[in-house]
């Protein structure tokens, strides 16, 4: 039986006098594949951004492994290592090489040794397929070079969890398949993943679950069949009419 990493309780928000989520509840299971979608400005970065600590939820509870972090003093660095979180600007260091960038983590976080955190940076390259630019700095890298080195940086610290906030929506249209390919990748390899996007033939192929959002509150989730192939609520439909005409 897969075993439960994150549960989020009751999730709440505000930023001001603005609710921006309201009473967020999931769960995430080892070798999850979680999709969430939603139109612009539904809450759906700012979950994750609560998630990975760079938000501070207004209320409920974010429970790792039995432990509540929401509000509590945690090593936010530590928790990071085993939530990793990649971002749609990538924000890579611009004076380290690719090999640096995904070195660094691991030597000052993790307190590797340099020649191990080396192989490790290398190996998780590999796989992504920049191995070639390891010497390399992200100016003389494209925007999707840039996100599987952001992506091989988060591996490297070998997270239970990875966040991926909108990878692709900072890419020339070009770019988007590689990124997608290494990320289906590492799905069905078995890695527990939430993704915020607006890929969704990807969110409907890849995920096992999809949560969708709209104005700051979870209106359906459930597995993809039922998401995109039959949705229960009006404002899902609504929403998926338009990628469901395209893809009929």
Do not use: W
């Amino acid at each position: 039986m897969s075993e439960k990493i994150l549960e989020i309780r009751h999730l709440s928000k505000t930023f001001g006098t603005n609710l921006v989520l309201k009473d967020i509840d999931f769960t995430v299971n080892t070798g999850d594949v979680t999709c969430i979608i939603g139109a612009s400005g539904s809450g759906k970065s700012t979950l994750l951004r609560c998630l990975n600590l760079l938000e501070t939820p207004t209320t409920g509870e974010i429970v790792y492994h039995g432990n509540n972090i929401a509000g509590a003093k945690v090593n936010a660095a530590k928790y990071r290592s085993k939530v990793g979180m990649v971002f749609q600007s990538f924000n890579l260091f611009n004076n380290m090489t690719v090999l640096q960038n995904c070195v660094v983590g691991q030597t000052r976080v993790l307190k590797k040794e340099k020649e191990e955190a080396k192989k490790n940076a290398l190996y998780y390259l590999e796989k992504v397929g920049m191995a070639p630019y390891i010497n390399a700095k992200p100016k003389q890298l494209s925007g999707g070079q840039k996100q599987r080195v952001a992506i091989a940086r988060a591996l490297a610290m070998e997270p239970e969890l990875l966040l991926f906030d909108e990878p692709t929506s900072a890419l020339d249209p070009q770019m988007v398949g590689e990124v997608l390919e290494v990320m289906r990748k590492l799905a069905s390899e078995g890695l527990t993943m939430i993704i915020v996007t607006h890929e969704m033939a990807f969110a409907r192929d890849v995920s096992n679950h999809v949560v969708f959002m709209a104005g700051g509150v979870i209106v359906e989730e459930g597995a993809p069949d039922q998401i995109f192939g039959a949705p229960r609520e009006h404002q899902t439909r609504e929403f998926l009419g338009r990628f469901m005409r395209e893809s009929v």
